[in-house]
């Protein structure tokens, strides 16, 4: 079973930016379409960005033009560059393949302060 662990989390201003990042144990992690997922609270998980195998990448409309998905599968690692935060964006963020299918990690969370 694959395990996922988030880091780079943090409190920040609007206007803002962070860069998460996601390791990924196992070799299976190169040849899986990954995605980065948040939950802010009394909301669903929801699904903001996504990478192909081969670096194709899709938003979700709320972060278009702000967020930058990314991976190295040489690592194992995918990252979520945010730039442009808003307080909407405060939410626990996890990653997972695009199914999701894997156990979820810890999260790792982001605040963002008006």
């Known amino acids: 079973q694959v395990q996922l662990v988030e880091s780079g989390g943090g409190l920040v201003q609007a206007g803002g930016s962070l860069r998460l990042s996601c390791a990924a144990s196992?070799?299976?992690?190169?040849?899986?379409?990954m995605g980065w997922y948040r939950q802010a609270p009394g909301k669903q998980r929801e699904l903001v960005a996504e990478?192909?195998?081969?670096?194709?990448?899709n938003y979700a409309d709320s972060v278009k033009g702000r967020f930058t998905i990314s991976r190295d599968n040489t690592k194992n690692t995918m990252y979520l560059q945010m730039n442009s935060l808003k307080p909407e964006d405060t939410a626990v963020y996890y990653c997972?393949?695009?199914?999701?299918?894997?156990?979820w990690g810890q999260g790792t969370q982001v605040t963002v302060s008006s």
């Open positions: 997972n393949n695009i199914f999701p299918s894997w156990h």
């Open positions: 990478i192909t195998s081969t670096g194709i990448t």
């Open positions: 196992g070799s299976i992690f190169s040849i899986n379409g």
